[in-house]
């Protein structure tokens, strides 16, 4: 059931965990008009599967965009097919390769089932931004880009970092903040909410609204979250990510491996944690009173129980205690099967028993992890990336921190 709450607090709710809120007053405003008419605000949101997996960072604007459906508005998720075939250039150093469509079909399913982890379903209408954008004639597209001049897309940051070092950026790409401005008039969307990187093509949305006649949208930006190493966004393609289908003692180690100064940040934009008690949680890490390793555990064991269940938290936290601190072995492991055609007498060379158990992607994976000291056999380290592992037991290798698979050769 929507809450009820006065317009202050309303407005409040709004602005609670973002980077910056374009404008207060236009919000206000806003509210008041929809509770004049009983027609929830549209909260325009947009995302384009250019990869099959949403991870924690993608959730820090579904979370908001949840508190105010639990205000009783109503969430449009923009699945952008048509602009993923682009790319979003933001935060990009380099054009992005283009998917086909049948990629961005696949990963557009996977991300519609992934999003209702969080959001409510009752109140989210789901669009595909080729439904509009896909009809739209050549005079349109002319048209629409005569709404921005090149001068205007190049004080866009990312576009005058690629400009200025003279990295190629191509006319598709400038493209980008005019289509997604145009899906907000075609919705006539009330707020468009998005990461700190989207400003520019936000503020683009209010600018081809106003053109149009229509009421421009308010806009507001949420902070990126950091990965697993504490410096670079969380993403996918730099492995510091923490995927919202991860198992969930995939789930819980990952929380674990983060540097304890990212605490605060994941208590406030990945939790329901009150506020105040995060403030206090805060507090006692700084003071000494909370040890950051009790703290962290609670970080992963609040994470853990959104994404999958209290119950299955304890046991992540039972299986993580039992491998990390008590130098345990998982009692969960993957069994892996060598064929015979892959063993010489038996045995198998150590990297190439890594990928077969699929514990690593590459021989110059496996080579690193053995000179850093993160692979063992049956507990023993191994030294040397030329080792020979006899496979006529069960072997169990731990490839780093929280990789294991329990190995044998495949029987005749």
Avoid at 177 to 184: C, F, R, V, Y
Avoid at 315 to 330: C, S, T
Avoid at 362 to 380: F, H, Y
């Amino acid at each position: 059931m929507p809450r009820h709450l006065d317009i202050e607090e309303e407005v409040r709710v709004f602005e609670a965990g973002a980077a910056e809120l374009i404008s207060r007053d236009e919000i206000k405003k806003k509210l008041l008009d929809a509770r004049k008419t009983g027609r929830p605000l549209k909260l325009k949101y947009g995302a384009d599967p250019s990869a099959p997996d949403i991870h924690l960072g993608h959730t820090v604007p579904l979370r908001k965009l949840r508190s105010l459906q639990d205000l009783g508005h109503q969430v449009i998720f923009i699945i952008g097919d048509f602009t993923a075939r682009i790319g979003d250039p933001s935060q990009q150093s380099e054009t992005r390769k283009m998917l086909s469509a049948e990629q961005v079909r696949a990963n557009a399913e996977s991300y519609q089932k992934q999003v209702f982890k969080v959001l409510d379903p009752a109140r989210t209408t789901v669009r595909y931004n080729s439904e509009w954008l896909d009809r739209m004639s050549p005079n349109d597209f002319l048209a629409l880009t005569s709404k921005y001049t090149v001068a205007r897309l190049l004080e866009r940051d990312d576009f005058k970092k690629r400009f200025d070092s003279k990295q190629p950026i191509a006319l598709l790409e400038f493209l980008y903040p005019l289509l997604q401005g145009h899906d907000s008039v075609v919705l006539q969307a009330d707020v468009e909410i998005g990461g700190t990187d989207q400003k520019f093509n936000l503020l683009v949305g209010r600018e081809l609204q106003r053109d149009a006649g229509q009421e421009p949208q308010a806009v507001l930006t949420l902070p990126i979250l950091e990965g697993t190493d504490g410096v670079q966004k969380m993403s996918k393609s730099l492995g510091n990510y923490i995927a919202v289908q991860d198992p969930p003692n995939d789930m819980f180690g990952k929380v674990m491996s983060i540097p304890d100064a990212l605490m605060g940040r994941y208590f406030t934009y990945l939790t329901d944690l009150p506020a105040a008690e995060v403030a206090e949680l805060e507090k006692g890490l700084r003071d000494g009173r909370v040890h950051p390793r009790d703290l962290k555990v609670r970080l992963a064991k609040e994470i853990v129980a959104l994404y999958h269940s209290p119950q299955q938290a304890e046991a992540a936290q039972r299986e993580f205690d039992n491998v990390f601190r008590e130098g345990g072995l998982p009692e969960d492991m993957p069994e892996v099967a060598i064929p015979a055609a892959k063993l010489k007498d038996g045995a198998i060379d150590i990297l190439n028993l890594l990928q077969e158990a699929g514990l690593t992607v590459s021989k110059s994976e496996g080579r690193r992890l053995i000179q850093q000291g993160g692979v063992r056999v049956n507990q023993n380290k191994v030294t040397s990336d030329q080792e020979q592992v006899r496979l006529s037991d069960p072997t169990v290798i731990q490839c780093g921190k929280r990789k294991f698979a329990r190995v044998r050769a495949e029987r005749p």
